[in-house]
């Protein structure tokens, strides 16, 4: 996969728009980041994923979920694109823009769906 991937199917949802965060490319939504890639141009940078959770995907799946020292301490997860899946990585933020999203833009998701 490749960050044009992502923000194909992404860009899709309601309230999703294209952004930046860093100086890097990223998909926002209500002025809140759903997801940004990294500066290595190879991975994504997802937010508001639980310590627990983070560490049970970088155990079940490591070549894809991982994270570096310097987000240790934050609620976050890096995907390496390159050797993901769309049936991975799709649901995976699908779930963190149902989070962010408004109720009406979930209800027009859902009766679009």
Do not use: C, N
């Not at 995907?57 to 993901?84: G, K």
């Not at 769309?86 to 009766?111: H, N, Q, T």
């Amino acid at each position: 996969m490749t960050f044009d991937d992502v923000r194909k199917f992404a860009l899709t949802w309601p309230e999703v728009e294209d952004g930046t965060s860093y100086g890097t490319p990223a998909l926002k939504m209500r002025k809140k980041m759903l997801v940004r890639l990294k500066e290595d141009g190879d991975s994504l940078v997802v937010p508001d994923v639980p310590i627990d959770e983070r560490t049970m995907l970088v155990e079940s799946q490591p070549r894809i979920f991982y994270f570096t020292d310097h987000y240790a301490d934050y609620p976050i997860v890096l995907i390496r694109l390159s050797r993901a899946k769309r049936a991975i990585v799709e649901p995976f933020l699908r779930r963190r823009w149902r989070g962010l999203a408004s109720k009406a833009a979930r209800a027009a998701f859902d009766a679009g769906a």
